[in-house]
């Protein structure tokens, strides 16, 4: 199957910081997400971006798909941003995600 | 729209027992899936269904069913609980079809533990 790979594995900012987490993906895909899981647990869908650059706020994301990887900046960070970090793939003519191990962030005050 | 919902929030099984976790979306989805996370892990896939009537399995299936009667509801059933069952679980849905966005979006987790 396809190999998805995050990179840091964890993450500590102190609050206002800028950082960027990285997503290598093996294969052509046709779908990629970025999700943020809360400490409750909760899956929360950041950015669907199989190719391109997208921004939301203080999160922005770019897919470079001819070279198999993919972006999240988080700028001024806040201590909500604390929680993992998931890129989920979907590769060309399959219909299932396959996620990488997650980025740890943890944002001090 | 409740978007994916699932119940219950949290289950404690003993070895050996039998349990149905329930899913239901109601964004018109086609495609719905089952993933478990183990701690400290990313999510793997379970089972998944294309449409009503049709299922098929993910990377880690065994010690699971799934059915698919309505295009609301998927429910995984687990026969014969075992401890390397305990884990989180999540329903997910999407919409597959030329011209969409093929977006997945999940549920809040089924956390059970099997004792």
């Known amino acids: 199957g396809i190999q998805v790979e995050q990179s840091p594995p964890d993450l500590i900012l102190q609050e206002g910081a800028n950082s960027t987490l990285r997503c290598n993906f093996s294969?052509?895909?046709?779908?990629l997400q970025w999700f943020h899981q809360n400490p409750w647990g909760q899956l929360i869908n950041l950015f669907y971006i199989p190719s391109g650059t997208k921004q939301n706020g203080r999160l922005s994301a770019t897919t470079v798909a001819t070279e198999r990887y993919s972006l999240l900046y988080i700028s001024s960070s806040q201590t909500t941003d604390s929680g993992v970090y998931f890129c989920?793939?979907?590769?060309?003519?399959?219909?299932?995600?396959?996620f990488g191990a997650g980025t740890t962030v943890t944002v001090r005050a | 729209n409740a978007g994916v919902t699932q119940t219950p929030k949290f289950r404690i099984l003993k070895i050996g027992q039998s349990m149905t976790l329930q899913c239901t979306q109601d964004m018109n989805h086609n495609y719905m899936y089952w993933y478990r996370q183990d701690p400290g892990m990313g999510l793997k896939l379970i089972y998944y269904s294309v449409g009503a009537g049709i299922t098929d399995k993910g990377e880690v299936p065994n010690g699971y069913n799934v059915s698919r009667s309505t295009t609301e509801d998927f429910p995984l059933r687990l026969e014969l609980a075992a401890p390397s069952q305990t884990s989180v679980y999540f329903c997910?849905?999407?919409?597959?079809?030329?011209?969409?966005?093929?977006?997945?979006?999940f549920g809040p987790g089924t956390r059970l533990t099997v004792l």
């Open positions: 997910a849905s999407s919409y597959q079809g030329t011209g969409k966005v093929n977006e997945q979006f």
């Open positions: 294969d052509s895909v046709n779908n």
């Open positions: 989920a793939v979907e590769r060309v003519g399959d219909y299932k995600l396959s």
